[in-house]
């Protein structure tokens, strides 16, 4: 593994989509997996997953409640929940503490994979950063049709700053 692998965490306490999950992805991503809600927080905590493939359903701890714990902490991997639960307190709580996709139980393994596959890419494009506000104030008056050689141009830009 080098450096830049995305570090998964699957939190799921149904043993062979756990495994299966992880084999189908362990040539991509650094894997760590548990099988209960109080693993999965220690873990987040100590590992850092990039990606975290939550069941909302975890003995010990649920899912909402590990999120929110981890949302408090300042942890915020990409989340992909899994549930049988879809109603609306779920998908709301999921949708307030951050759950970037919420699949219904039981999951196939490879869609499951599609789906940690496209989280992955949001994590890997480059965060467009704003403008500078003297190169907005300045393209905008080009867009009014405002010409730079204007006299007093710099002091209509300083105006508007």
Known sequence: M????????????N???RQALSDALQDLY????CRTGKEALALLR??????????LMLPEMDG?????NAVKSG???????TTSLDNDYV??????????????????VPSTVVRIRD????LELPLLSQPDPMSQVSNLLLSLGVPTRLNGYALVREAIL
């Open 64 to 68: 909402i409640s590990l999120l929110e």
């Open 2 to 13: 080098h450096m830049d692998t995305l570090k998964l965490l699957i939190a799921d306490d």
């Open 75 to 81: 942890i915020r991997p990409m989340v992909l929940a």
């Open 91 to 108: 998908v709301e709580s999921a949708s307030r503490l951050g759950v970037q996709y919420l699949m219904r139980r039981p999951c196939d």
């Open 30 to 33: 650094y894997i760590r997996t």
């Open 46 to 55: 100590s590992f850092s997953p990039d990606v975290l493939v939550l069941n």
């Open 15 to 17: 043993e062979e989509f």
């Open 119 to 122: 989280l992955s890419r949001r």
